[in-house]
């Protein structure tokens, strides 16, 4: 990144040796993500980040004459955009909750002669649990709907073949599991699915146009792109095919489990995570009646350590766990973490609830 920021010019804006560099930098960018995503590279787009990402699908292929199928474990970048379009007409499904897992059995009940997609997370922000993608997908393929994925919770730890599944957008981010920088995202779109620009402007082609190209990407790819971040991006993804998806995601599901393991028998922790089930490496808790906002601050201040409290722009799932008052406290996992830290986060948790029976 220190490189491209001192180094790189505008891709696209000029064949001079700093542009060049620039173009190559994203070029090996959107080589490195297709080949995590199973992608084809020129279907590779790159955003700001997840949420515009979503934006840009959401917006890009559903209108407010269709209806649209989505869950409870939603981020506010699929509830709102969806909502939007919900107060100009498009209808909505909302799938539940079933004994912790989603209700699968849901999904095809919804369905509407005028359905055109599914739109969900590949995991919870909130609890860490993993959607049967494989399902879903299924379904998608056999009553040819879209499908289009939020995998800021998975990308980098759980593999993800969108030729296999079928996925016609899957959107993620750069900053959580990829090891890239924050203000770099991406969006990955089926070859055989348009998605109509929401935004429109300079590619370096076609200037004398007055429409936004037609190809991909530089169709959904008006204005500068962000190279330094893109730079990061590769090289946190050349960092995991080095180390391995599996072994990155064993080890810190491994530390999630030992935390999961001793602070579910700390008396007033309520755990809304369940290992029973299929997980990303992430804990949410709360203690006691214990502001989650005032938990954090404790961790924080106290103890040094880095958590999320209050809502995870996950509404509508805090309205599920009835944490709708308090928030929760989620704490997530890296393989970079160590099991000392772990033995740290559960002193402080055992002596926060003590201090506050």
Known sequence: MVE????????????????????????????????LFGAVPQQVVFTSSATESLNMAIMGLLSAKDHVITTV????????????LQSKGLEMSTI????GCLDYDSFERCLKPNTKAIVVTAASNVTGLLVDLKFVSNLCKRHGLFLIVDAAQTAGIIPIDMADLGI????????????????????????QVNIMPTKFGGTGVHTLSRTQPA???DALEAGTLNTPG???LAAGIEYICAEGIGKIFAKAQKLAEEFYAQVSSIPSVKV????????????????????????????????????????????????????????????????????????????????????NL
């Open 272 to 355: 809304y995570s369940n290992f029973s089930l299929p997980h990303v490496p992430i804990v949410t808790l709360n203690i006691g009646r214990l502001d989650s906002a005032l938990v954090e601050h404790y961790l924080a201040n106290e103890y040094g350590i880095s958590v999320r409290g209050g809502f995870h722009c996950a509404p509508l799932l805090h309205k599920a766990l009835g944490t709708e008052g308090q928030g929760a406290v989620r704490f997530s996992f890296s393989s970079f973490n160590t099991t000392e830290e772990v033995e740290t986060a559960v002193r402080a948790v055992r002596e926060i609830a003590m201090q």
């Open 215 to 217: 190809e991909m990407p």
């Open 168 to 191: 016609s957008a899957l959107c993620f981010t750069g900053h959580k599991s990829l090891f890239g920088s924050q203000g770099v995202g991406g969006l990955c779109v089926n070859p």
């Open 4 to 35: 491209a920021i001192g180094t790189y010019g505008n891709p696209g804006r000029g064949a001079h040796k700093h542009a060049m560099d620039g173009a190559r930098c994203v070029y090996k960018g959107r080589g490195a993500v297709a080949s």
């Open 73 to 84: 474990l939603e981020h506010n970048s699929v509830l709102r955009p969806l909502y939007y």
């Open 230 to 232: 893109i730079a990061g």
């Open 96 to 99: 539940g909750m079933h004994q």
